[in-house]
């Protein structure tokens, strides 16, 4: 009996002792290749020599010391560089680093909260994000999420939040209507839910810029971005972006929003910022957040014990040298483009296969009981869960979520290979994928 508590008390799992590339390796010998990153995290492979070197010198120096009192070189220099690459409008943000993605929407949320009241806006409290979201499993970032199934058990606990909308066109765009038009009709369900609200009492918004697990890869319209941008301005709403699982290179720029023309108040990373290699997570305040903070308390109201980490960041300062040094982020859109249309050759007329969607590498499949009505699978099949299974069973780990298509119902497997993945590991991964939704479908 183990008495680790995992997700799941009664399954057994392989004791997974190495990893070699895109390629992890159980005490069997069972060699798994990663076509999902565990959830888009490991961007870098299981074995980059550089990253690793990065975290042993650190920690042969020194491991830590509290931020109350002291900074350190790599925490500076990671945010001298995020800053910079920043998309443009962002200005002279600074960052805060924290341990996990909920912790950073948790910290996202206070900040946004700090900057109205900072400037006397005390009555701004409102949060409005989206249907479908997930943006974290702590009580705040859960409250945030609009994810009906993994809500319901916490419901009494989470703070009261509002939602709209996600720009989920294989359900939501109507026959006959053009992309900037559903992107604009969705945009603009924010500003009826602000002025609904009172625009004095809305806080924020929050949103992912390509929706992740809640969703499955699903970028918004051209166009979409830019009105939500407008009516944050008009009415004093912060724009924080949830860029946990679709940033840091995945879908091809560093920063998913920069492909969107605009930039966010606030934003929030993890998961590719460390790449795996250490727990790390971060905030962006924008210079208009910063100069608020700077005009009134001059203080952060928001702390942990690990804040910026000197292990951490040293780690995440050598994933964005890897980055950079090697091209990743063109290789991602190379590879990208391969994934995608070898998922639409091989599954783009399956009968059970309803959507492929995604950017980058960041891709997923929505799997439908029927093609022409789009009707989902029964939820208690758990198709996707299976179809996990069936490909992990032929050597290959993929990402199954639950709930697109209602909160609870709507099965969809997605893909998140790393970078560095060659042309042959993809076309690997579209086979074993196929294979396993025939096998669980057919």
């Excluded at 009664?10 to 997974?16: G, H, K, L």
């Excluded at 998961?271 to 971060?282: E, M, S």
Aim: proline share 3%; glycine share 12%; with cysteine.
């Amino acid at each position: 009996m183990s008495h680790v508590l995992r997700r799941s008390l009664t399954a057994a799992q392989p004791s997974i002792v190495g990893g070699e590339g895109a390629y992890l390796i159980d005490d069997s010998g069972k060699r798994y290749l990663d076509a999902c990153g565990g959830a888009a995290v490991s961007s870098l492979g299981h074995d980059n020599a550089a990253v690793r070197k990065a975290i042993c010198d650190q920690v042969n120096t020194l491991a830590f010391a509290h931020t109350g009192l002291f900074t350190n070189q790599w925490a500076e220099e990671l945010s001298d560089y995020l800053v910079a690459h920043a998309p443009e409008g962002t200005g002279e943000g600074r960052v805060m680093y924290l341990g996990s993605g909920s912790e950073a929407m948790e910290a996202a949320l206070k900040l946004a909260r700090q900057y109205h009241v900072e400037r006397g806006d005390t009555g701004r409290a409102h949060i409005i994000a989206r249907a479908p979201s997930y943006h974290g499993n702590t009580l705040g970032a859960l409250a945030v999420s609009g994810h009906a199934g993994r809500r319901a058990p916490f419901a009494p606990l989470l703070i009261e939040t509002q939602h709209i909308d996600a720009t989920y066109n294989y359900r939501l765009q109507h026959e006959g209507e053009s992309d900037t038009d559903f992107g604009l009709r969705m945009a603009n369900q924010l500003e009826a839910k602000i002025l609904e609200l009172g625009a004095e009492t809305v806080c924020a918004f929050v949103a992912e810029p390509v929706v992740g697990a809640s969703l499955g890869t699903q970028p918004a319209p051209v166009g979409y971005f830019k009105r939500i941008r407008e009516i944050c301005d008009t009415y004093g709403v912060l724009y924080i972006a949830d860029e946990v699982m679709c940033g840091m290179g995945r879908t091809g720029s560093l920063f998913a929003l920069e492909q969107e023309g605009i930039c966010a108040d606030i934003t929030t990373m993890a998961k590719g910022l460390g790449a795996g290699y250490q727990p790390i997570a971060a905030v962006m305040a924008s210079q208009k957040v910063c100069d608020a903070i700077i005009a009134g308390s001059g203080k952060l109201w928001n702390g942990h014990t690990y804040m910026s980490h000197a292990v951490a960041t040293a780690g995440a300062m050598a994933v964005m040298r890897e980055i950079e040094v090697h091209d990743l982020l063109g290789a991602v859109r190379e590879r990208g483009a391969q994934l995608e249309a070898g998922l639409r050759a091989r599954l783009g007329q399956h009968p059970h296969v309803g959507d492929i969607r995604g950017r980058g590498l960041f891709w997923t499949t929505e799997l439908v009981a029927d093609r022409a009505t789009k009707a989902p699978f029964d939820v208690s099949r758990n198709v996707a869960g299976k179809v996990q299974q069936a490909a992990m069973d032929a050597g290959m780990i993929c990402y199954p979520a639950q709930g697109c298509a209602d909160g609870s119902s709507g099965d969809h497997v997605l893909l998140a290979p790393c970078f560095t993945s060659t042309p042959e590991e993809i076309d690997i991964i579209i086979e074993k994928l196929a294979d396993a939704i025939d096998l669980v479908t057919g």
